[in-house]
């Protein structure tokens, strides 16, 4: 792939990268300063020797990209990246334990690595100013939530994520709601959101019913026909969508914490708007009305008719929103 | 009182009304562009015929006080003034149950009635923002709860009170997480923070164990001792730190959900301060310190370091941050 770098009016374009770090894999993607999409490329996440090979791999593509196209830095805008943690205003990250990081300046690090200048946001705030971005732009505040292995979320007021002081805003999946849990949550406390409204938490409740012997329907569980080792969220979806007592009642838990979750982050910021993404999104909306349901049920009055939407960008967002953390167009760019 | 519309420099002077609307009186004061207090002011709130003759109440007190001072508006830079209501960033009210107010722009009809520039905001909001000038300038993100009669709250961020959408935000007080709630709130929900964690959350809760014929310490409890009909919050604080059960456990309560409802409102916006204000501030350290430890135990523990501290103005909250919100200095005007 080769890319002039001058258009026909004898500009210099300038390109972005985007940079979605997970626990798998690491999504890229290049965008051009018109919001194009010039490429889209992954590559493992190396979490060998604590994480610590998995900035320079970044660093690694960069250059490889810009060799290959034959770039150089004075056309680069920036280096966008989204990381699985909390991450400070000034880039630094206090502890990925799905990376295996400790303490880690992203953001000086890559700028080390690679003399490009770099800004990192957490991977669900830059999913939320992705999807903010790419169809919310203009609204004065908008929540986002990711519902997947966890549960994650996004604020982004005035077209700038919010980070919060210690890096931890919008982080709903610890919110201290979950009355009838028996588990301790990742983060140590017990009750979370995300112990009830993710998938891991929706095939844990599913079992424990499953095993209940003081629960009749249990017996006759459409779930029981599944592999309960390999039990997964979207089969306690599609058994809850086919009639099953079981299953519905886990998804019906599941949708009434998380609209209660939603009301208490309305309640404190009452946003303009609330999108939900993830991989738990794909339940549509079968899921979503329950959770609307559930959010009228619990919110303070005047906020009752807050839009709750599904996302639209998928899996980009997160290489699409991390882009936008350093384009200077959509006025993001933390200081 | 004859006020020099004219500095020893020759520079022309310039005065700021802070006006707090509340259910029983109007609170007022005067500002110089130096943040210096002219003069203070109160007069009774006229709740007659829907309360239409509030804000032509507060025309008279502007205009007699221009009148009294020799200011014309060229002096005048602006008026500030909160209401128990929310507020649409247009100045617009959608009813104040404790006024008799339906829907009323207050900025639009202030400005009219008076000539003056008028900035609008929820009262909450507006003492946070008079905290937050007062004592907290600077730092990026600041709550501000206020106990009393009901439970309320305002949200700072970058030295601007977030409104919401729908002139919500903030609202503390309807956070639906109280599970143990037998009566309906103001609001028409059930399970709300304030209906535990207001004062007048706090007297029925306690009558309400009083009268508990299940439990052993109601009759001898230290509470038995008062009129309860005129039972009041202060009361039970003063046999809970006494070392009455009875008023412990429900005082206990109180702090549990309120350190949750905090907890809920830090996984929002993860600010740098928290800080609470109202009439239930003066039981001081005694109930912060149980309301910190609840804080601790229900965060994600990035945040769990984040000061809780007792508000520093007082009743001086309001008028100190209505003006504010139109001091030119403070850069808190909404648009």
Known sequence: MMIMM?????YEKRYYFGIDIGGTSVKAAVFDESDNTVGTYEFATDKEDNGSHILNDVADFVSSWMNENGADASVIGGIG???????????????????????????????????I??????????????EYAGYYAG??????????????GGLIMNGRPVCGINGAAAEIGHLPIVTDEDRMCTCGKKGCLEQAASATGIVHEALKRLNSASDSSAAVSSLQKYDKAALTAKDVFDEAKAGDIVAGSVIDRAA??????????????????????????????YFLDKVRASYRANVFYPMKDTPIVKAELGNDAGVYGAAHLVM????????
């Open 328 to 335: 200077p167009s959509s006025n993001n760019e933390r200081k």
């Open 6 to 10: 001058k258009t026909d009016t004898g």
């Open 139 to 152: 609204l004065s505040s908008f929540f986002f939530v990711t519902l997947g292995t966890g549960v994650g």
């Open 256 to 285: 009434e914490y998380l609209g209660r979750g939603i009301a208490c982050v309305a309640c404190a910021v009452n946003p303009e708007c609330i999108v939900i993404g993830g991989g738990m999104a794909a339940a549509g909306e």
């Open 117 to 130: 200048r770099t800004v990192a946001g957490n991977d669900a705030n830059v999913a939320a100013l992705g």
């Open 81 to 115: 990246i989204g990381v699985p943690g909390a991450v400070l205003d000034d880039g630094t990250v206090n502890g990925c334990v799905n990376l295996g990081w400790g303490v880690v300046n992203v953001k000086a690090e890559l700028e080390r690595l690679t003399g």
